[in-house]
């Protein structure tokens, strides 16, 4: 079993930056994929970056490209999501999860955190 939470989240102008967080503990996660996903108010939860644990493996959504950083921190067990020049069509709440395949697919993740709200204001 892997245990996630999330944290960084809040209400930011256009423009803005958050960093989000997610602390993984429980069962060795060398061998995770760790990914981020949103889910906006009547739309599907969407892929927006991934990384593996050795951080060699980066991939992010065209929608973020550019904007939105992630990266790792293995001995504090923590992925990051950073996040620049943030646009109203952000605002989503964030989840992180964790799978053991590189894939931009949820379903195939098998581990959440409770997510946590990002609101981006015009």
């Known amino acids: 079993q892997v245990q996630l939470v999330e944290s960084g989240g809040g209400l930011v102008q256009a423009g803005g930056s958050l960093r989000l967080s997610c602390v993984a503990s429980?069962?060795?996660?060398?061998?995770?994929?760790m990914g981020w996903f949103r889910q906006a108010p009547g739309k599907e939860r969407e892929f927006v970056a991934r990384?593996?644990?050795?951080?060699?493996?980066?991939y992010y959504a065209d929608s973020v490209k550019g904007r939105f950083t992630i990266s790792g921190d293995n001995a504090k067990n923590t992925v990051y999501l950073q996040m620049n020049s943030l646009k109203p069509e952000d605002t989503a709440v964030y989840y992180c999860?964790?799978?053991?395949?590189?894939?931009?697919?949820?379903?195939?993740?098998?581990?959440w955190g409770q997510g946590t709200q990002v609101t981006v204001s015009s």
């Open positions: 429980g069962q060795t996660f060398n061998y995770y994929v």
């Open positions: 990384i593996s644990w050795g951080g060699t493996s980066l």
């Open positions: 999860a964790a799978g053991s395949r590189a894939t931009v697919s949820a379903a195939l993740y098998d581990y």
